[in-house]
């Protein structure tokens, strides 16, 4: 697969309020369609989303002139950032006026807006990734008997997912240990002291995995009714899945597959041992609505519903479009 790399045509200034896509793949996106609906939904007059495709890991000097842009330019409001949450952060930092208290522990960012001419920086999945969880986690789950949560991946997303489960306030609600596999060492070390910061008494692993067959043998160690997270962006923004085909999934456990779209063969392998291992397989399509409408809301400054009646509406414009 092959990326483009930024160019001034993507930075042209607004015409119109808009909020950009810091992605890879943006296009490809259903956000492409949903968005427009939910702006005439929400009366976002005139309000346009506009992507920005980067290649995985790219140069600093790239997230530094997204963000000044978007800082300078007046009908530029913000942005939801996917993939590059931790680059974007680390390359740009000192470009914030503000980061939020969750940017500021988890050292990414997921969301930029503007208020009174001030740039900030928030870090929105450990709400987004909380909330899709209790969608279709079983209150008390964790707490019905000892079960592990596997997160595949030690980017953005598995920082906000570790955090959600392992609060202090979850009680016995909590996994018996969080899992982490992740190729690259330097990765697994940052989640670690960020897990180290956390007042939690969670027990924690890390696993260096550069292959999928390193991923089986950890997922083979899991309790039953475990769960397990492709957080690892294969399938979306790479192809593949971190597990080989032969990999068996906890029985009685639940497959969560952050992607919605691309070439899920994560969510592939799962769906086959669906009824052999009594399997509950879930996409990221609730983690995709969660997100955005997260974003929207502080990009623009209004107050969405999370649950409830209006909430399931613009969760059904969204999956019209689907």
Known sequence: MTFPTLTAEALRPATSPTLYFIGVTTGRSSIQHVFPRWAEHLGLDGAVLQGIDLPLHAPAEDYRRVVRFIADDPLSLGALVTTHKIDL???CRDLFDEIDE???LMGETSCLSKRDGRLICHAKDPISSGLALDAFLPAGFW???PADALLLGAGGSTIAISWYLSQRERG?????RIVVT???PERLAHLREIHEALPTDTRFE???TPTPADNARVLAELAP???VVNATGLGKDAPGSPLP???VFPVDGVAWDLNYRGDLVFLDQARAQADARDLRVEDGWIYFVHGWTQVIAEVFHRDLPTAGPDFEHLSDLALATR
């Open 89 to 91: 952060f680390a390359a």
């Open 102 to 104: 969750f940017a500021a």
């Open 143 to 145: 707490s019905r008997g």
């Open 172 to 176: 016995l609600d909590r996994p018996a």
């Open 182 to 184: 992740n190729r690259s």
């Open 206 to 208: 890390y696993h260096l």
């Open 225 to 227: 009714r475990s769960l």
């Open 245 to 247: 085909d032969d990999a």
